[in-house]
């Protein structure tokens, strides 16, 4: 599966595996076999958070693969709404501590919102948050830092502040939803767009329009739509406890057409379940 082997480059230069394997709603305890059967499958680039609650699974699975730590590309993130400086480097050292790690090849700051409550400002702390994780960055804890869920606001409160550009910004992106102003505005910034929830969380199973089309190229809905984040110059998460899907998801060896992008790009927003 070359799709596994095949890298992006950072603007620092750091090279990224094309595709990532999810663990959002995968439990402490199965993510142990989860992550050892995406590493055994190929998958070289784990994406876990805080919030996940499975880091401690994640970073057993990573040992015990017998695969080489630099080998494997290792995502985490800050929990959010981003804290403080001090709190961002006690949290960074907790999940290394957690992970069973002595460096992440990425930090994210999760989200710049308060989850229980999206109106309140969480700018100030981002921009501490931020500082912090480019000291990290710049003491060789972290090979690459980025953020997850911002706006442009949100970006660009980090760029009149810092001086790091956030080398990431990890969103919510899949056929019916694409957030073109962000990718837009990250594309200028060279600030790589990951595609999180690629398959819509399972949303896109149910389509009809994604079904003939699918097929008209011999493929799953599930391939269709990881291909689609590829073709348009994302970086797809997929997450599955399957052995069998992973090894789907990364079998893509095929490409859209021209045409059928337009009529992918006119998608209207899938409902997620
Ligand atoms: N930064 C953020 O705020 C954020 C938010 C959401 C997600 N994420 C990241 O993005 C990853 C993926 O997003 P997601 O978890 O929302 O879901 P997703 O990858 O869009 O979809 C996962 C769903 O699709 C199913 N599935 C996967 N491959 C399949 C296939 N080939 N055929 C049929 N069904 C298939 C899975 O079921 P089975 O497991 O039963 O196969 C699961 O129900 C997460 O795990 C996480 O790492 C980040």
Redesign the pocket.
């Known amino acids: 599966m070359k799709t596994l082997t095949e890298t992006y480059t950072l603007h620092n230069g750091l090279k990224i595996p094309k595709i990532?394997f999810?663990?959002?709603?995968i439990p402490n305890e199965d993510a142990y076999q989860a992550v050892l059967d995406a590493l055994a499958v190929g998958y070289r680039h784990i994406?876990?958070?805080k919030s996940y609650h499975n880091e401690d699974a994640v970073g057993r699975a990573i040992k015990d693969s017998g695969i080489p730590r630099d080998d494997i590309f290792v995502v985490s993130?800050l929990r959010a709404p981003a804290i403080g400086y001090d709190e961002t480097i006690a949290s960074f050292e907790a999940q290394l501590k957690e992970l069973g790690l002595d460096y992440l090849d990425l930090y994210?700051i999760?989200?710049p919102w308060n989850w229980s409550d999206r109106s309140v400002s969480v700018t100030p702390q981002n921009i501490e948050a931020w500082r912090a994780m480019e000291d990290l960055y710049k003491q060789g804890k972290i090979r690459s830092i980025g953020v997850?869920?911002f706006s442009v606001k949100d970006l660009q409160a980090l760029l009149d502040h810092g001086t790091i550009v956030p080398m990431v910004n990890?969103i919510?992106f899949?056929v019916g939803f694409t957030q073109d102003e962000i990718v837009n505005f990250c594309n200028e910034h060279n600030i790589l767009i990951e595609a999180?929830?690629?398959?819509?969380?399972?949303s896109v199973?149910s389509d009809s329009n994604l079904e003939a089309m699918a097929k008209k190229y011999d493929v799953?809905?599930?391939q269709l739509c990881i291909q689609y984040c590829l073709e348009k110059g994302t970086l797809p998460?997929?997450?599955?406890?399957?052995k069998d899907?992973m090894i789907?998801?990364a079998t893509l060896d095929f490409g859209i057409k021209e045409d059928d992008m337009k009529v992918l790009d006119a998608f209207e927003e899938i409902q997620r379940l």
């Open positions: 990532a999810g663990t959002w709603q994406d876990t958070a993130k994210l999760h989200a997850s869920n990890q919510r899949s999180y929830s690629p398959l819509g969380t399972g199973f799953s809905i599930a998460l997929p997450k599955t406890r399957s899907r789907q998801n």
